[in-house]
């Protein structure tokens, strides 16, 4: 199975300000047609994931532009350009190149 | 508006069975792979397994911790997924999620809002 790390595991941001968090997966995410399947989750407190970026870069349907993807291959990395109070919860990344889907172990954002 | 709505959950002893089940609405739901994923109490997210939709034959695949032990099944004229529990452990204790994988695409973009089964004696 493909294993993916995280970092850091804990955030603590001032409003306003950006965070940034890292992704590695123990192999490429890269397929062999052409896409990249690394995705961003973040699950509020109480509720379910919800997806904010897919194939590394492409945000989801409604997810503000602060959020932004990028990297390649093992390495990635989700930024938030100015963290708001809504944005407090677990962001998970997750690798879809092969099943089992597995998921890194989650970042915990909250506001300072 | 796509929603998936978990039922089935609750107290279940150690060896014993539960079935979970998910109805969707707002898409097509015969089009689409559908995943259960579950999430122990304060822990990660944890695959659990897929079913394809009848043009790849609703073919299954399920994580090693629970092959042979779950089922998962669909009802595209119920638009409605289902976890069928068998031999549950205590390990088995978690939120159930249903989960959608996208019609062009991999992976998963919609979730529902999960039912907690908790394997205790």
């Known amino acids: 199975d493909i294993v993916m790390t995280q970092t850091p595991l804990s955030l603590s941001v001032t409003p306003g300000q950006p965070a940034s968090i890292s992704c590695k997966s123990s192999q490429s995410l890269l397929h062999s047609d052409g896409k990249t399947y690394l995705f961003w989750y973040l699950q509020k407190p109480g509720q379910s994931p919800q997806l904010l970026i897919y194939e590394v870069s492409s945000r989801f349907s409604g997810v503000p532009d602060r959020f932004s993807g990028s990297g390649s291959g093992t390495d990635f990395t989700l930024k938030i350009s100015r963290v708001e109070a809504e944005d407090v919860g677990f962001y998970y990344c997750?690798?879809?190149?092969?099943?089992?889907?597995?998921f890194g172990p989650g970042t915990k954002v909250d506001i300072k | 508006e796509v929603q998936l709505v978990e039922s089935g959950g609750g107290l279940v002893q150690p060896g014993g069975s539960l079935r979970l089940s998910c109805a969707a609405s707002?898409?097509?739901?015969?089009?689409?792979?559908m995943d259960w994923v579950r999430q122990a109490p304060g822990k990660g997210l944890e695959w659990v397994g897929r079913t394809r939709n009848k043009a790849n034959s609703y073919t299954t695949e399920y994580a090693a911790s629970v092959k042979g032990r779950f089922t998962i099944s669909r009802d595209d004229s119920k638009k409605s997924l289902y976890l069928q529990m068998n031999s549950l452990k205590t390990e088995d204790t978690a939120v159930y999620y249903c989960a959608r994988r996208p019609s062009t695409g991999w992976g998963i973009d919609y979730w529902g809002q999960g039912t907690l089964v908790t394997v205790s004696s």
């Open positions: 707002g898409f097509t739901f015969s089009d689409h792979y």
């Open positions: 997750m690798q879809a190149i092969n099943l089992p889907f597995t």
